[in-house]
């Protein structure tokens, strides 16, 4: 499935629902959606985006997982049997996670706070740190885990999985995602 850039567009500020089920001990937080996973309805699915495969590569999921042209059903069910969940601090899909204003994020932290006391995980794991500073008013955050929970969850900031964030890599990626993974208690 390919998409042109006017059909991407007409995606701007669409939602994509969370994933969150019943027994979410592991949460993680994107930013808000691109066009890409808004026109698709799955999380983190532009092509390119590291997320599936370093989940992969840290031993989370059993296979690399292809949201590109919408979440499998077999695919979403693993997850949340697994006990993963994914939300965005900003709901609203946008061309460049930069189109949002800081009260956006500032609201999605109030929001992120509101699910992870709804949700219980035992660790949310917030993917990127500029968008955690602004979101949580805390600018000299630095990434892993932070020294204040939100209720009884653990919080780390893990590294963004978007191309854009060319100095990581799977490998690294994956190293992120393994240590909140390891907090949550996976096997």
């Not at 930069?98 to 992870?116: N, Q």
Request: with cysteine; glycine share 10%.
């Amino acid at each position: 499935m390919g998409f042109t850039r006017e059909q991407l567009l007409a995606y701007s500020g669409a939602e994509v629902p969370d994933l969150i089920g019943t027994d979410c001990r592991l949460l993680f937080v994107g930013i808000n959606p691109g066009l890409w996973t808004a026109a698709t309805g799955a999380h983190f699915a532009r092509p390119g985006n590291r997320f599936y495969p370093a989940l992969a590569a840290a031993g989370i999921v059993d296979h690399v997982i292809d949201a590109s042209n919408g979440m499998r059903p077999a695919d979403r069910d693993a997850l949340l049997h697994a006990g993963i969940g994914i939300t965005n601090l900003a709901p609203r899909a946008t061309a460049k996670a930069s189109d949002l204003s800081p009260d956006e994020l500032r609201t999605g932290g109030e929001r992120l706070v509101a699910t992870v006391h709804r949700v219980r995980p035992r660790v949310v794991a917030v993917a990127g740190i500029t968008a955690y500073r602004t979101a949580f008013g805390l600018p000299k955050a630095v990434a892993g885990r932070q020294p204040e929970p939100i209720g009884s969850a653990q919080l780390w900031v893990v590294p963004n999985p978007s191309g854009l964030n060319a100095h990581e890599t799977v490998t690294s990626l994956a190293a992120a995602y393994r240590a909140v993974a390891d907090a949550a208690a996976f096997a």
